[in-house]
């Protein structure tokens, strides 16, 4: 029997799965994978219970309901001064990462290439590998997780098609500044490449303001926005995600989601369209209750010897274990971690290239989009085995 996909068969169990294995078998407390443990907004809830009793559940139009895309192009125009079209210009997907692949088929074919910028979300490369593109990886630097124009523009060459560019970033939290995405659009604009602009977690910011490269000199023609209802109404198992994009890649990428998925759940569609109608108080409320919890965890890992970097975004903050590694790097430190303590983190370096220089071996992320009192058991526990 001839062998099936090769590239796919040697993708080894993931540490997200094998940290929650773990995690189950110690009975832990897992701040390894990124989810809330409570519920997004009744509202959103009970819309998506109704939608399911009025006649409406066969397939979807393939861009997406009416009133979603509409919500869409609202949202944008509220929070960025966007002004967006919803028949030409969003597209709804199931879920983010799914968004992810059907933008980069929308742009990239075999042989391009594509610049990325690391630590980064662990299906970026697999989802480049197969589509038979070449990632150019950039790594920002801890602990300030800065990025050095002069490598950042070495990974730019004539093979460039696109950039994937995360902001808020998993797993580092960082939120990049209006500095850095001009520094990214001028390459953008000198190499005639697009940006895939992953921004699940862009209303999950504190202290500092999300700006979507879409809004930055000469984006609007060469972005594709993405966004997230799981990450924006902590209903993650949805997975209704939307593209934002200029209406000749608009359609590209609906033509790519036709092939992968085709259509979204009717009813959760209606229901996302109502969370993104929400006052602004709702996603002010939420980033304050996240933000809350980022200082509670941060400032207990900070008083056991686990200095934390900076992070401005998303659920996860990155701590260092170098007072307490004893010569472990970031993995063996997370698999003893789950054994001694009960509480469940990723090493950062599962989130780098596999075939790239080595990673940085002394960071570890944690998820706070967890209950206070989980957060206050996981301190407990840790404080059970690490003084600071």
């Not at 796919?8 to 294995?21: H, N, R």
């Not at 998506?48 to 309901?65: F, M, S, V």
């Not at 910028?117 to 997780?145: F, N, Q, S």
């Not at 960082?174 to 977690?201: H, M, N, Q, T």
Request: net charge negative; glycine share 6%; aromatic share 8%.
């Amino acid at each position: 029997m001839k062998s099936p996909n090769n590239y796919l068969a040697g993708l080894p169990t993931t540490i997200f799965t094998v940290m929650s294995q773990l995690a189950v078998e110690h009975d832990a407390v897992n701040l390894g994978q990124g989810f809330p443990d409570t519920e997004g907004p009744a509202a959103l809830i009970d819309a998506a219970a109704d939608a399911l009793r009025d006649n409406r559940n066969q397939y979807a139009p393939l861009t997406g309901l009416p009133e979603l895309r509409e919500a869409v192009a609202r949202s944008n125009a509220r929070s960025y001064g966007l002004s967006v079209d919803p028949d030409r210009e969003v597209v709804v997907t199931s879920g983010a990462t799914e968004a992810i692949a059907a933008c980069l088929m929308a742009v990239v074919e075999p042989g391009d290439e594509v610049v990325l910028i690391e630590p980064l979300y662990d299906t970026y490369l697999p989802v480049l590998r197969m589509i038979g593109a070449t990632p150019r990886c950039v790594r920002l630097h801890p602990p300030e997780w800065t990025l050095v124009a002069d490598e950042l523009r070495a990974a730019f060459g004539p093979k460039t098609k696109a950039i994937l560019l995360n902001s808020p970033m998993n797993p580092s939290g960082k939120v990049f500044s209006v500095a850095e995405l001009d520094l990214i659009a001028d390459l953008v604009r000198e190499f005639d490449a697009y940006a895939v602009c992953d921004e699940v977690y862009e209303h999950l910011t504190f202290g500092v303001a999300h700006v979507p490269l879409m809004t930055r000199p000469g984006m609007r023609e060469r972005c594709m926005r993405i966004g997230s209802a799981g990450k924006s109404f902590s209903l993650t198992g949805w997975k209704v995600g939307y593209v934002t994009a200029p209406p000749a890649l608009a359609a590209l990428v609906a033509k790519a989601h036709q092939l992968l998925v085709f259509a979204t759940a009717p009813n959760l569609q209606r229901a996302v369209a109502v969370g993104l109608n929400l006052e602004e108080d709702y996603f002010h409320e939420l980033a304050d209750d996240l933000r809350r919890k980022r200082d509670l965890l941060a400032t207990g890992l900070h008083a056991l010897g686990f200095p934390t970097l900076p992070a401005d975004g998303s659920y996860f903050v990155v701590a260092d274990i170098s007072r307490h590694a004893e010569g472990r790097d970031d993995v063996a430190f997370c698999r003893d971690l789950v054994r001694t303590a009960r509480v469940a983190a990723i090493p950062v370096s599962a989130f780098y290239a596999p075939d790239g220089p080595e990673p940085p071996r002394h960071l570890i992320r944690f998820a706070f989009c967890k209950r206070e009192a989980v957060l206050q058991e996981a301190l407990s526990r840790l404080g059970g085995v690490f003084r600071g």
